[in-house]
């Protein structure tokens, strides 16, 4: 158990819809990691966050953003959904969000667009 | 870009060791990782290696690192049923991006009895 906790494990959707994924990192981490596993793309970063603001972005759609509360756990909006979005979401933590910072992984929400 | 490439695929003998290799081509890279990742689960950190190392041991698991070959590997002694998962080679520290980490597309180690 990495302490990183992602709700919800899973979650089907149509076409078309917006749904967001939640993620609370371990306990004394101010940044948060959001990452997409897939078949086809692999594992990719999304998005980081530290202390409430974005501090790296990767591979993330304009469809989808992201944010970080004040105690600091993050969301993960993903909207206008297509098939392709079907995937494994991960959500991860670092204490500081440095360069090289080990990075905590949660066991990830399974999002099924249909 | 930067890119991380492994094997798709690596079987062996319980018992024996497993070698799971890794090459990168960011030379800027920090950092180097393995995390497993189990059916059903999500990734866990096994070990990393700062890029001015050479070598890491911890237990039945055993980094090396070629910096002018920009090629890692893992060493997995006495290799276990419970051993059996995707092994995904990280790197991060890249003049890119200061915190992002790149994954391989994992290597699927089998155990065979």
């Known amino acids: 158990d990495s302490g990183v906790t992602q709700t919800p494990k899973h979650l089907i959707t149509a076409t078309g819809q917006r749904v967001t994924l939640r993620c609370s990192p371990r306990s004394g981490d101010l940044s948060v990691y959001w990452y997409q596993q897939s078949l086809d793309q692999g594992l990719q970063f999304l998005i980081q966050y530290y202390n409430g603001e974005e501090r790296a972005k990767g591979n993330i759609l304009e469809r989808f953003s992201a944010q970080q509360f004040p105690d600091l756990h993050s969301e993960l909006n993903l909207s206008s959904l297509e098939l392709g979005d079907s995937a494994l979401y991960f959500c991860?933590?670092?204490?500081?969000?440095?360069?090289?910072?080990?990075?905590?992984f949660g066991p990830g929400t399974r999002l099924l667009v249909l | 870009g930067e890119d991380v490439e492994q094997s798709l695929f690596l079987s062996v003998r319980e018992g024996d060791s497993s070698v799971i290799n890794c090459t990168y081509t960011d030379s800027s890279s920090t950092y180097l990782y393995w995390y497993k990742q189990e059916p059903g689960a999500g990734l866990q950190l096994l070990t990393y290696i700062f890029s001015n190392m050479d070598m890491k041991q911890d237990q039945r698991l055993t980094v090396l690192l070629n910096k002018k070959d920009k090629h890692l590997s893992l060493r997995i002694a006495d290799t276990q049923t419970g051993d059996s998962a995707i092994y995904f080679c990280a790197e991060s520290g890249g003049y890119s991006s200061a915190s992002k980490i790149i994954f391989g597309s994992g290597t699927r180690l089998s155990i065979r009895p």
């Open positions: 991860a933590s670092s204490i500081r969000g440095g360069n090289g910072e080990t990075q905590y």
